[in-house]
C-alpha cells in the first residue's frame, strides 16, 4: 500500500530560506482557535450529539465537492448514495476508495490526507484493496463517544460556527445548544432569504406562506414581505445572528417604486409575473435586504454569479447541491451602485463579497473594499477555495484593500469533518505569502507575524462583529 503521510511542510515555498519562515510564520497560528462565519452544518448535529452513521454518509454522499469530480470521471450519483433509492454506505465508500487518483493534486485531496491522517490516524493512501479495511476502521471510530460531534467540535478547537438558515427556520436547534450548559461553543444561525427574492421561482408561494406562519405576518404583499423579513431578522439577531447570506444570479441592486413593487407581487401570486418582472423584484429586494442590513447592523455576504443547477437531467433525478452548479461571469461596481450610494458609508452597513470569478477581485471587489468603509473582500469561496487561488487572492488584493479589509478565511463546508483540514491550508498558504512579502524586502518579520495572527483571529472576529 502507498503510504499516507502529509509533508510538515506541504503548502510551503521550495525555496530553503522563505519556507523556514513560511514554517515559523505557520507555527504560530496553527493552534490558534477556527473562526467559521460562514458555513453549512446543520446546528441539529451539534444539538442532537448523535453518532454519525457511517464513513459514507459522513464523509462521501453529502459533499458536493467530491461528488462533482467522481461523476465527472464516470461514477454515478446513484453509486455516490444521491439517487432516489438508498445505496450500501459500504459500496459508495468502495466507489470513492476505487478512484482516489481522480482527487490528484486536488484541495480536496489535501482535506482527506490531512483529514484520514489527522483525525482517524490512517496511514496508507485509500484503494480499491483496503477500502473495507478503512471502512471498518473509521466505521469503529465513529462508534466512540471521541467521535461524536460535540466531542469533535472541541477537538476541532472551534470557538465560533456560522450555520446557513432560512427565515422561516424556528432556530430551535440553536436555543437547544445555547441554553445547554454542557456545551460552550458558539453557533449562530446565519440569515438566508434567496428563496423569498425572485417571484418567478419554483416554490416562492409556498416559501411565502411558512415565512407568513413564522412571523406572523402576512405575506400576500410586498410590504407585508419586508415586515416579515424584518421580524425574522429581530429573531436571528437574538439567537446570536451577525450576519446574512445572500446568493443571486446577479449583483443588480435597483430599487423599484413601492407601486411597481407591489404591481409585481400581485402578479406572481397569480402566475403571471414575467421573468423580466421576476428579475426586476429580485434586485429590488437585494436592495431592501441592504437597506436592512444598514438598519440592523447585520453584515451582508454577497455572492453572485454562480449558475445553479446547470444539468436539468441532473437535478430532475438527484436533486439541487449534487456538483452541477457552476462558475459566471461576475460583476460587482456598476450593480452596487444604489446601494453603495445609499449606504456604502454608513457606520452600520458592512457588505462581504464573494466571487467564483476570480478576475473580479483586482478588477472589481479590492478597489471597491478600498474605498467604501463598509465593502470586505470575502476569501476565496467555492471553486477557487484552493492553495494557488488563495495564493492569487492575495496578491490581487492586498495591494488596493491591504489586509483588514478582508474577510478571514471562509470554509464554506458541510463537511464538518474538512473544517480544520480548510483553515490549515488557508494558514499554510497565508504564511507563504506572507514569508515571501518578508523575504523580498516588503515587509519587516515582526509585522508578518502580527499579520498572520491577525488574520485567524481579529480581522474576521471584526469583520463578522463576531
Known amino acids: ?31 490558534a482557535p477556527i473562526l467559521s462565519p460562514h458555513g453549512h452544518v446543520d446546528a441539529a448535529l451539534l444539538a442532537e450529539d448523535e453518532p454519525f452513521p457511517d ?25 455516490l448514495g444521491r439517487g432516489p433509492s438508498p445505496a450500501d454506505p459500504r459500496e459508495v465508500w468502495r466507489a470513492f476508495c ?3 487518483d ?16 489527522d483525525l482517524f490516524g490512517i496511514d496508507e493512501q ?30 476541532f478547537n472551534i ?39 425572485t417571484p418567478t421561482a419554483s416554490g416562492w408561494t409556498e416559501s411565502l406562506d411558512r415565512l407568513s406562519a413564522s412571523a406572523g405576518i402576512a405575506c400576500d404583499t410586498h410590504a407585508g414581505l419586508l415586515s416579515a423579513l424584518r421580524a425574522r431578522r429581530e429573531a436571528f439577531r437574538a439567537a446570536g445572528a451577525t450576519a446574512t447570506d445572500t446568493g443571486v444570479a446577479d449583483a443588480g441592486s435597483e430599487p423599484l417604486s413601492d407601486t411597481e413593487a407591489e404591481r409585481i407581487h400581485a402578479a406572481a401570486l397569480r402566475g403571471q409575473a414575467t421573468e423580466a418582472e421576476g428579475v426586476a423584484y429580485r434586485r429590488t429586494m437585494l436592495y431592501r435586504l441592504a437597506e436592512m442590513a444598514a438598519e440592523d447592523g447585520l453584515v451582508m455576504q454577497l455572492h453572485p454569479s454562480v449558475i445553479r443547477n ?9 436533486g439541487p447541491d449534487t456538483g452541477h452548479d457552476l462558475p459566471d461571469v461576475a460583476s460587482y461596481t456598476r450593480p452596487l451602485t444604489p446601494i453603495l450610494r445609499d449606504f456604502g458609508t454608513s457606520e452600520t452597513f458592512r457588505l462581504v463579497l464573494f466571487t467564483v470569478d476570480e478576475t473580479s477581485f483586482s478588477r ?21 477555495d484552493t492553495p494557488d487561488a488563495i495564493l492569487r487572492y492575495r496578491r490581487a488584493v492586498t495591494d488596493s484593500a491591504g489586509f483588514t479589509k478582508t474577510s478571514g478565511f471562509i470554509d464554506d463546508t458541510r463537511a464538518f469533518c474538512s473544517i480544520p483540514a480548510r483553515h490549515d491550508m488557508s494558514r499554510r498558504v497565508d504564511a507563504r505569502y506572507l514569508a515571501e512579502l518578508v523575504v523580498e524586502h516588503r515587509l519587516d518579520e515582526e509585522s508578518a507575524f502580527a499579520v498572520a495572527h491577525r488574520l485567524v483571529d481579529d480581522i474576521p472576529r471584526q469583520t463578522f462583529r463576531l
Open 1 to 31: 500500500m502507498t503510504t499516507l503521510s502529509p509533508h510538515p511542510d506541504r503548502l510551503f515555498p521550495a525555496d530553503t530560506a522563505t519556507r523556514e519562515l513560511a514554517r515559523r510564520l505557520y507555527e504560530s497560528v496553527q493552534a
Open 364 to 384: 472589481e471587489i479590492a478597489p471597491l473594499a478600498g474605498f467604501y468603509p463598509s465593502v470586505y473582500a470575502g476569501a476565496p469561496w467555492w471553486f477557487i
Open 102 to 117: 481522480v482527487f490528484l493534486a486536488t484541495p480536496v485531496r489535501f482535506w482527506f490526507e490531512s483529514t484520514f491522517a
Open 98 to 100: 476505487s478512484n482516489w
Open 159 to 197: 470557538e465560533v460556527l456560522a450555520t446557513t438558515d432560512d427565515p422561516a427556520d424556528d432556530l430551535a436547534a440553536h436555543a437547544r445548544l445555547a441554553a445547554d450548559p454542557t456545551f460552550t461553543g458558539r453557533v449562530l444561525p446565519t440569515f438566508r432569504a434567496d428563496r423569498y427574492m
Open 310 to 318: 446547470h444539468h436539468a437531467p441532473t437535478l430532475r433525478r438527484f
Open 55 to 79: 464513513p459514507a454518509t459522513l464523509l462521501i454522499t453529502p459533499d458536493h465537492y467530491v461528488l462533482r469530480l467522481l461523476h465527472a470521471t464516470g461514477t454515478s450519483l446513484d453509486a
Open 126 to 155: 485509500p484503494s480499491a484493496a483496503n477500502a473495507d479495511e478503512l471502512y471498518d476502521h473509521i466505521d469503529a471510530l465513529l462508534r466512540t463517544e471521541e467521535f461524536r460531534p460535540r466531542a469533535l467540535f472541541s477537538r
